[in-house]
């Protein structure tokens, strides 16, 4: 019973693996993604918009905190 399990599990596995592409996808056209991506390599727990908005260097006024929730 287990092994069948297994095998199951393992086809599922396989077929959900097939689905994603070998590669990561194309980050867009914009310098702020790395920026961000580092922000959250950079920190120790979870983050907020308004955390990764200080952490690139922006104001911390209303547009720029939504813009960069939209990038998110």
Do not use: Q, W
Request: charged fraction near 30%; charge should be neutral; proline fraction near 11%.
């Amino acid at each position: 019973m287990h092994l069948e399990h297994f095998t199951i599990t393992r086809k599922t596995v396989t077929d959900l693996a097939e689905r994603f592409p070998a590669s990561p996808p194309d980050l867009p056209e914009h310098p702020d993604y790395p920026r961000i991506l580092a922000a959250f390599n950079h920190a120790t727990g979870p983050l907020r918009a308004k955390d990764v908005c200080e952490a690139l260097g922006h104001e911390l006024r209303p547009k720029n905190v939504e813009g960069t929730r939209a990038k998110l």
